[in-house]
C-alpha cells in the first residue's frame, strides 16, 4: 500500500465526473464511468477509497450495475471504504448497499462539502484500520518459545535467554508479578528443552498446606484419611519432562526441606511410602515475591534457594515493555472477536492512546480480560476506550510537562505530609524545603495537613 491518498470516483454523468475531479483537494483522484474501467482502476491504483454512484451503464436508470461494481470492489480489495452515491429517494437502494457491504452512502443531488467530509472520514478510517492491521500483522512474526507474543526489547531479552538455557542442565526461577506469563515462559522453556516427558504445572500458593506435600510427592494407599489408592505427585507424573513450581515463595519450610532433598538426590518418597523413588524431573519455579528478602530474614531456606535459583530471569512488567501492550491488545482482539463470531476489527485512535497510557497492574491477563469484555461490548467495528474500561485512563492522559509537574509535585506532597502524620516541619524536611514554601505548595494544590 503506497502513502497516496486515492479517490476512486465512479460516475457516469461526465459533468458531474469532472465536477468531483476538481472539488477535492489532497487526494490522487482516478475515476471511471462504468464497471469494467472501475475495475480496472481499483486494480492498478489501489484507491483506499472509492465513491460509486449506483446508476451506471447499461442500467444507468437502476441499480443493478451499481451492485456489481460493488460486490466486485468488496471481493477484490475488502479494505476498500465504498461511499454509494444513489439518486434522490433511493432509500432502500442506499440502505441495501450498506448491508452489501457499502461503508456509507449519500444521495443526489450532490453537496460537494457533505460529500467531501463522508469521504475524508473514510480515509481516515481506512488509515485506521491499515494501521490496525499492520500492528496485528506483526503479531506471531515471531517465533518465541511457548507462543509468547512480545517484539519489545526488553523483552525479547527474556525470550532468548529462556531459549538458551532451555537444553543445559540448570535450574531457572522465573520472576515477575502476576500475569506477566510466567506459566508460558515456563512451558516455552519445557517445549524447547527437547525433553520428552510431560510439562506439569503446580501452584504452590493455591493448594492448602495439608495437601501440598502429597499434591508434589504423592502419596501410599491408606497414608491418610481419604488416601483411598496409591497416587503418583506432580513432581513424578513430570518424569523425564518439567515441573513448573508457582508461587514457590508459598512453599512452608518443612516442605522446602522435602524438596532439597528431591533436588540434591533425585529420589522422592510417596507420602507413607518407604521406597525411594528415582525421578528425572526438571524444575522451573516462579515466583513474585522478594525471595532475596525472604531468604535473608529466614522464611526461604537459603540452601533450597541456591538449587532452585541458578539463573534468574526477571520479566518485566507488561507497561516496561516498549509497545507490547497495543500488540497483545490486537492479538487478543482477533483471537476472542473470531471465537466469538464479532466483526469487531481494531481499535479507535482514543482507545489505542489508553491502551498504551495506561499502567496495567494486572499485566497481560489483565489486557486480555479488557480486551474480551470490550469484544462483547462494542457497538461498532472498533473498539472505544469506554468499551475497554479506560475511558478515565484517556482523560487522566497528562495535557502537557506542566501537568506533568504538577501532579508529581502534588504527590511527593501528599505522600510527605502521610508519612509526617501531618507535621508540617517534619513533611518539609522530608522533602527538603522551608516550611513557607511547602504551605504555599499546600495552599496551590488545595491540601490540608
Ligand atoms: N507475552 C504473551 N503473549 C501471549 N499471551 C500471554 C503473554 N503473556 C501472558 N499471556 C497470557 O496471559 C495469561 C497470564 O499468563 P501466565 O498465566 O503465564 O502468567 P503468570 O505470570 O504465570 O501469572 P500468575 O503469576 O498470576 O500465575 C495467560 O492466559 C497467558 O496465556
Not at 227 to 243: D, F, P, Q, R, S
Not at 269 to 293: F, L, M, N, S, Y
Not at 386 to 407: F, G, Q
Request: with cysteine; net charge negative; aromatic share 4%.
Amino acid at each position: 500500500m503506497t502513502d497516496t491518498r486515492t479517490l476512486l470516483i465512479v460516475e457516469d454523468d461526465a459533468g458531474l465526473q469532472r465536477q468531483l475531479r476538481w472539488a477535492y483537494e489532497g487526494y490522487a483522484i482516478v475515476t471511471a464511468s462504468d464497471r469494467q474501467s472501475a475495475i480496472a482502476q481499483l486494480r492498478a491504483e489501489m484507491p483506499q477509497v472509492v465513491t460509486l454512484d449506483l446508476g451506471l451503464p447499461p442500467d444507468p436508470d437502476g441499480a443493478s450495475e451499481g451492485f456489481a461494481t460493488l460486490e466486485a470492489i468488496r471481493s477484490l480489495s475488502p479494505e476498500t471504504r465504498v461511499i454509494v452515491v444513489t439518486g434522490h429517494g433511493e432509500r432502500d437502494s442506499a440502505l441495501r448497499a450498506i448491508a452489501s457491504g457499502a461503508w456509507d452512502f449519500y444521495q443526489k443531488p450532490i453537496d460537494i462539502d457533505t460529500l467531501g467530509i463522508i469521504v475524508e472520514r473514510a480515509f481516515h478510517v481506512h488509515a485506521i484500520e491499515a494501521e490496525n492491521r499492520r500492528l496485528a500483522a506483526r503479531v506471531g512474526a515471531g517465533d518465541a518459545p511457548g507462543g509468547i507474543i512480545t517484539a519489545a526489547p526488553e523483552m525479547l531479552k527474556v525470550t532468548r535467554t529462556i531459549e538458551r538455557v532451555a537444553g543445559a542442565d540448570v535450574s531457572v526461577m522465573l520472576l515477575g508479578a502476576s500475569g506477566t506469563g510466567k506459566e508460558l515462559l515456563a512451558r516455552g522453556l519445557h517445549d524447547a528443552s527437547g525433553r520428552d516427558g510431560a510439562f506439569v504445572a503446580i501452584n504452590c500458593a493455591a493448594i492448602p498446606e495439608t495437601l501440598l506435600e502429597s499434591e508434589l510427592f504423592g502419596h501410599e494407599k491408606g497414608a491418610f484419611t481419604g488416601a483411598v489408592k496409591t497416587t503418583a505427585g506432580k513432581i513424578e507424573m513430570a518424569h523425564g519432562g518439567t515441573l513448573f513450581l508457582d508461587e514457590i515463595g508459598d512453599v512452608p519450610l518443612p516442605l522446602q526441606v522435602k524438596l532439597l532433598r528431591f533436588l540434591q538426590e533425585r529420589v522422592i518418597e510417596r507420602v507413607g511410602g518407604r521406597k525411594a523413588i528415582p525421578v528425572d524431573t526438571r524444575i522451573v519455579c516462579a515466583t513474585h515475591q522478594d525471595v532475596d528478602a525472604m531468604v535473608a530474614d529466614g522464611r526461604f531456606r537459603d540452601d533450597l534457594y541456591y538449587r532452585l535459583a541458578e539463573i534468574v530471569v526477571p520479566i518485566p512488567p507488561l507497561a516496561a515493555r516498549t509497545g507490547d501492550a497495543l500488540l497483545l491488545a490486537h492479538h487478543f482482539l482477533r483471537h476472542h472477536a473470531a471465537k466469538m463470531e464479532r466483526g469487531v476489527t481494531g481499535f479507535t485512535p482514543e482507545a489505542r492512546a489508553a491502551i498504551t497510557g495506561w499502567g496495567w497492574p494486572g499485566n497481560v491477563r489483565e489486557l486480555e480480560n479488557r480486551v474480551k469484555r470490550a469484544v462483547i461490548m462494542a457497538d461498532d467495528k472498533l473498539v472505544t476506550a469506554a468499551d475497554l474500561d479506560l475511558s478515565d485512563a484517556e482523560a487522566r492522559a497528562p495535557l502537557n510537562l506542566k501537568t506533568v509537574r504538577e501532579a508529581a509535585d502534588r504527590k511527593a506532597v501528599r505522600d510527605a505530609l502521610s508519612q509526617a502524620e501531618g507535621n508540617i516541619s517534619g513533611a518539609a524536611r522530608l522533602l527538603g524545603i522551608s516550611r513557607p514554601t511547602l504551605y504555599d505548595l499546600m495552599r496551590n494544590h488545595d491540601l490540608q495537613p
